[in-house]
């Protein structure tokens, strides 16, 4: 059994050639992150979350958790899921400043689903994402094949 290691509360590829896999099948996210409690929320879209929120940590007044991510086929609709579910908020009158909402985790949750139904965009959970790379990576080694980032 592989060890999971955790990234800002969520499981991550703990090796070089997943996280290489990752990149070459192009995913990107959106993601809820916050501190602990939840709220408030930023929301947003990346093609590399970890170093997003390595990216945000600094600015933070306590230590940021992601709170849910889900994966599409490429940056073009996660950006689009990320905005349908902003403009959701918005005429709610739940955005606090920039891409800070005050929204909590389940609602950030529904937001994305329904922004992705809405637009007829196939997403897949952070597990379901993990799953797919490591099952790659087992198929890769398992016929031989070496991916080697350049």
Known sequence: ???TELVYGLPWLQTKPERAILDELQFACVYAAGPLGGRPLRLGASTNLKKRIECLQPGSWEPLKIHHAIWTSNEAF???I?????????KANRRLVGDWFDV???FAIQAFRIAAEKANISFISHDAMLDRVRA???????????????
Do not use: C, H, W, Y
């Open 82 to 90: 990320f905005n349908d579910a902003a403009a959701m908020f918005d």
């Open 78 to 80: 996660a950006v689009r």
């Open 1 to 3: 059994m592989q060890k």
């Open 136 to 150: 790659i990576r087992e198929k890769r080694l398992n016929s031989g094949i070496v991916v080697r980032k350049r």
């Open 104 to 106: 909590t985790p389940d």
